[in-house]
């Protein structure tokens, strides 16, 4: 391996590629050798993405077309279900190679509520094993050992992030949470649907996949981890929001016989004291998406509720960076024994 | 009494002031003849509000300079706290005079709620009996009687006609409600304050007055009376969207033994059924404020939660029109025994 | 025909055919009895158009099923290219009909302009010395006479209004004229397009189709009309803005010998003094898209350059309403001998 | 001089001075150790600016409490008109210190012609000629000598770049041009307007100080200096955009006899070559303000006409970036000796 891994990206021709590709490009250990995208194989990547006119890539092959022996990691920034076969054939096929899947395909532990939750069988259940969950600051030292890291959804990664500390602490009821979930445009990806058509989606508010969304899933199975439950289910609701970018959860606890507002955030604060990219905000400061825009960071914050016994924690983040891009580029660094925020120190851009 | 009827706007330099003023504009019933502002008093309203360019209007004035014998019928657009004197004054002198206000001086019941929640106290006490709770669709009767009609807040119109037919019913359990809130900036009103400027508000989500929201003491009043509980608490957290207008509430609510989705979607069916205003949606189909922009709807619906015994209750608005100045043109329809509906048929503006 | 005029919509899934709907449904004259939308054939319109939930509405047949023989006026909004055949169809065979027709195919007068600009040979030229160009303000008397109304897009009303009265007096050089403008992404209509996703378009402005948008073509004609010069050429630079709707063209232009800005700006007041839905805006008040949207009000000024003998002529409409249904309703309104603001009374919506 | 230079920003709570921190806080040879803002003093840097919630800064002081002998580089963030006395006493007391000014101040070289622009006498007229008009890639070798440069307002920035040299090199008519700007709202600062209210600048487009925008003055200054004309005047009309940041200028430029686009394209594209902020897009590729958000990158191109003998000659940059505190840090680089990339690699963000 020489002085820059070299890395290749799956799926460069959407927001989540892109932003690998945006973070990476200007990492001082990588080199970018590989981007595919089977249906825009044979362009430039300024082609697809104009945003990246300024600087020199390679171009887009198809993933058939890409020679994994000359790559030392592969992120994998392609829709869930497609992704398997080929994560698997890199995993066995090239040893040296650790995966940084980006997907839903790995995340799940349990292949059944992996078909129940998105509607296919898993085609490589034989390397599931192999996944750790990629919630950095949750599984760090399983992530620094692992080949195979399934980077968690966006909203998941808001959720566990504020709610798996207290779950575990025994301070809140786990099985009476209410996620009420807002998201920007881009959650939705590239891909051509009315409903994110700048008319449809502009100066208005639409809650969906109400009770269904796929999410859901990940996060019942890490929260229910973390309370020590087995089939737990929690409220998620989630809304898109005219805003291209970030993410917040606002979700409503009931906490346990004793415990306040401010045991909740002081918990939070002790669990993330080190960690570099967990704010715990001032008390009474209210996160909101402008804090994080555009970079790895996560803010959150504990609120008590004037209904006695309840709380309210809020989180937030870049659903594109610490959502996506931007944690498995985390992953990546501990994975390698980089300094964890290699690549990542960019400041929120604001406004 | 001519042939129409002579109008005055008490603050028409707000948006709720200068929405009450497009409506009424072309209201075949109604003569704008006096429009107040005192720190633009002098101005033609063309010079406060360009949209209003292509037409005639009065001048605006200062309130002392009003002569409210020669109109009919006045809509309060001022902030809370500045206008219970003047209410009162107008109340008492002019007793041919009806009162449509779109502030809060008088919706809360209980004088010392008043002074908790905004930190005043109440100068009117005298007259708030006569005031009628202005949710039309709830108090129709009273409101065709009342000479002062105390419209309610833009959240509790959608948070309430969601939720009091089915705490009145007692399908869900009234104390335990957690009510997410969603606006545009128009709630802010137009006054100058940082966090409302495009740079700060766009492109990003906030919550705010978490736990301490004004709009929680109409709520709480309203819901406790169609469940018969005092006292009662409900959570209410509302966040700032980066839209200019329309409102989403998305509530979630535990069941009562027995009952369900279904249930509590045909009890709202039922109780709407001939309310010109009020859409209970299809089966399935989720409300967006894209539904009702500039309009005087209220979509609702009610989805099942995936945890058994609790659902989640929808429902949106435009925070001017049926958030305000349209509910006040609606009642002021009902007070003078006009059809409901007058003034008030365009359909919502999409895109 | 009966005391109303019975409309069908042709195309109704679009955005142009939807406001068409919009303004139609509240119009007193009007009963609208046919929608075609062979892509959504059977469906009922607020399953296309949610805004429409709240309303009934014929469901959605195709152009096919459609009985023309019970439709007194046609509205056609499809795209160019697909209306020719069935306007002919319907022009010949059913000679009660009147068609208003606010796609491009009808146009431009020169069939070779037609095949130059939209790469197509038009195959109902027989009917086009019938096409009455829509333009309002300028045919009015053209109209009231007319079976067929073609339209004019939504640039060339805004540019056309403002400039015309200015070529046609001689006061501006109609051979040195460059017209930058600026539109919502509406424009762009609902077809699935990368380019006018919420995360493309937003918080971004892109020039496009620069030196080649077919309004240059409709611009030209009637400009050069006006001007009585053969061959004319004009500047035209089209911009794509994020918002929804809205449109405002900024024409800059060189003045004759002794003529003024101020020259300008009363000679467009004079032409538009009866005019209902032309607001020349007071001296100095820049015309802004805010003032028109959701109506049918153009508003324009003339303002001084400060290079002398230049000035700039800005002029500003809702693309959807003015520049499209609006018109062509306005355009009914006279070809039916009805009030010409009948259904179109609606003031701005703003904010 | 330490290892890392130490720099301090007057006005560090508007959104220039802000963005400055944001890029100086990851550029690895700074320290800030200074900020001032005389009306937040003695705050937190992330009171006033919550997406600095994540780092540490030291507090807002005054000016007058700042210790500049502390201090290497003052990056001065402040209004035009307040910034000549402290910037003239700085200068004059701390020979050591290098001045980085983003006002107005110091960029006009006739005395008459602030006077005449800004209103206001200038006070500090002896050390005006020491300022170096900060257009990194026209004055670099000037800037690497300067102690105080005059960074170049935002609009002059994306204009002269483009203009510039088609202007020296005579390919173009110097006295026949006209500009169309574009602004995001953020050029309008941080200070409480009416007309930067997110509900009156989002969903509408308006033109601005037509005919009178201050930068209209610098831009003359430099296309003047190029095409060795006195006295020289351009049409420049600026619009306000409903985003965030960027800027877009699309300038029509007639062209000297036998000039074609392609030559003015081949001679920004030689002009440029070695640059590392400025990319001449490929043939046919229009700028976009997304291809620049959050970046130091310039895009711009050149596009026939279809009158001939005219081009369209189109800019963009991120207003806050290159059009302010990136290119004053770029500048900072090149007056230190540091590679003049240094801190400023970021591509840009989008979505």
């Known amino acids: 391996m020489a002085d ?22 200007t990492h001082p250990k990588i080199e970018i050798t590989t981007l595919t995208a089977n249906s825009h194989a044979g362009k430039p990547m300024k082609a697809v993405f104009k ?25 994998c920034g392609l ?34 509520a992996y078909k ?12 599931q094993p192999e996944a750790v969950y990629g919630l950095t600051e949750l599984y760090r030292d399983d992530i620094a050992k692992a080949r195979l890291v ?3 959804g966006c909203y998941p990664t808001a959720v566990l992030l504020s709610l798996v500390p207290l779950a575990k602490s025994g301070l809140i009821d786990a099985t009476d949470i209410v996620i009420d979930a807002k998201s920007g445009v881009s959650g939705a990806g ?57 993410e917040l959860t606002t979700s409503y606890v009931r906490m346990n016989q004793g415990a306040s507002a401010a045991d909740l955030r002081q918990l939070l604060i002790d669990a993330y004291a080190s960690d570099p990219f967990v704010t715990v905000l001032d008390e009474g400061v209210l996160p909101q998406t402008q804090m994080v825009r555009g970079s790895n960071y996560v803010a959150m914050n504990v ?24 944690q498995a580029l985390q992953n990546f660094n501990i994975a390698y024994g980089l300094e964890e925020t290699m690549g990542l120190k960019q400041l929120p851009l604001f406004p």
């Open 303 to 326: 609120v008590p509720d004037r209904i006695p016994g309840r709380a309210i924690v809020i989180s937030t983040l870049d659903n594109l960076v610490k959502g996506s891009a931007g």
């Open 116 to 127: 129940e939750w998105y509607g296919l069988d898993h085609v490589a259940t034989d390397i």
């Open 4 to 25: 820059k891994i070299r890395i290749g990206v799956l799926g460069a021709s959407g927001y989540t590629g892109a932003d690998l590709v945006r973070l990476a490009y």
């Open 190 to 246: 590239r891909g051509l649907k009315e409903n994110t058509l700048f008319c449809e989606a502009g100066e208005g508010l639409s809650p969906y996949s109400v009770g269904k969304h796929r999410h859901s899933a990940e996060i019942e199975q890490e929260i229910g981890f973390a309370a020590g439950l087995d089939g737990l289910r929690v409220n998620f609701t989630p809304h898109l929001i005219p805003m291209s970018r970030g």
């Open 51 to 75: 945003h990246f006119s300024h600087v020199t890539l390679p171009d887009l092959v198809t993933i058939d077309d890409a020679d994994w022996s000359s790559v030392d990691a592969v992120f």
């Open 150 to 152: 399934a980077c968690p």
């Open 79 to 112: 829709p869930h279900g497609t992704t398997q076969a080929i994560t698997k054939s890199i995993f066995q096929s090239h040893p040296h190679v650790k995966i940084l899947d980006m997907s839903a395909d790995f995340r799940l532990k349990d292949p059944a």
